[in-house]
């Protein structure tokens, strides 16, 4: 088993890819709980391995099992996948879990204490922790060879200071720039590369706010005419309909939004501002926004639906 937890999607990602490069004689199934996932669906899944159909590969996203200290209605169903994972020695399972920033954040509970402390199976445990700076620019050094991008550091450090040290918006920014020039200056970043977690976030959040499909739209239209990419918008209003659905559970935990600004090291101010749209929408819409655009995302990626046409669909959904 492997169990990966962290913030930096982008180092998640790369491990991920890596496993399914070493297991790529297996079948690969895929859980996702933030897109509605069903337990017992996984359940029956890992029960059913058999020497004929030939041994899978589980990658299962943010089962909430890790972060519960009790279960209630739910023990029934841990101790089953439980059951299913003692018997299975064919498969291999991936526990991938975002919502856990360290080691230390994970639950103590019988489902981990299952995983991590059984000794009939083995438990890999990789934290994806956030980037420190000087990390952050050596990973740009290294993608900077790998898209063949000629740069200095005056402008790697401008480009990180512009993705507020998002490792996967660094990495999808040399990518973009590279299909540009291959020559880039601080002055091509300047002009091509949106300030991701500046003002400029809180002013499409604002447009949100508002429940004004016209102001939204108009909103979008601008930010189409710039230049920039609906996949960058998904972004950032997926970053703060995320960190919202943070703040609702941090408060219900009577816990501080100032100690998640610490715990994620996310400016207070930004904390506030995306407290107060918690406040205007309601925890229930986030939840809703949030498995809308993660089932918007992977229809894109299996080319069920373009981004554009997709994108416009959900704000027309949800903004009227």
């Known amino acids: 088993m492997i169990f990966i937890c962290g913030s930096e999607k982008f180092l998640i990602e790369q491990e991920v890819e890596k496993i399914k490069k070493e297991n790529s004689n297996k079948t690969i199934e895929i859980f996702r709980f933030d897109d509605q996932a069903s337990v017992t669906d996984l359940i029956s899944s890992a029960s059913s391995n058999s020497l004929f159909t030939g041994a899978k590969l589980f990658l299962i996203y943010n089962l909430d099992f890790f972060e519960k200290s009790t279960f209630k209605d739910e023990t029934e169903n841990v101790n089953d996948l439980i059951n299913a994972?003692?018997?299975n020695k064919q498969d291999k399972f991936v526990f991938i879990n975002q919502n856990i920033f360290s080691k230390d954040k994970i639950?103590?509970?019988?489902?981990?204490?299952f995983i991590f402390e059984n000794n009939e199976h083995k438990v890999t445990m990789i934290e994806a922790k956030e980037m420190s700076e000087s990390n952050l620019f050596s990973l740009a050094k290294s993608l900077v060879n790998k898209y063949n991008i000629h740069i200095n550091d005056e402008a790697i450090k401008l480009l990180i200071s512009k993705?507020?040290?998002d490792s996967l918006m660094l990495n999808s920014e040399l990518k973009k720039l590279s299909n540009l020039d291959s020559f880039i200056t601080p002055e091509i970043i300047e002009n091509s590369t949106e300030t991701l977690l500046g003002?400029?976030?809180f002013a499409f959040s604002n447009a949100l706010e508002t429940n004004d499909l016209g102001i939204i739209w108009a909103r979008y239209k601008e930010k189409m005419l710039e230049g920039v990419e609906i996949s960058v918008l998904i972004g950032q209003i997926s970053q703060i309909?995320?960190?919202?659905?943070q703040i609702y559970a941090y408060k219900v935990c009577q816990l501080s939004i100032d100690q998640l600004s610490k715990d994620l090291r996310i400016n207070s101010y930004?904390?506030?501002k995306i407290s107060y749209f918690l406040s205007k929408v309601g925890i229930k819409k986030i939840k809703k926004m949030i498995l809308s655009l993660s089932k918007l995302d992977k229809d894109v990626k299996n080319g069920?639906?373009?981004e554009k046409v997709g994108f416009e669909r959900f704000l027309?959904?949800?903004f009227n």
């Open 85 to 87: 994972l003692k018997v």
């Open 107 to 113: 639950a103590v509970n019988i489902w981990t204490k």
């Open 163 to 165: 993705v507020n040290n």
């Open 199 to 201: 003002e400029d976030i």
């Open 241 to 245: 309909f995320i960190i919202a659905h």
């Open 270 to 272: 930004r904390i506030k």
């Open 304 to 306: 069920l639906i373009s």
């Open 316 to 318: 027309i959904t949800y």
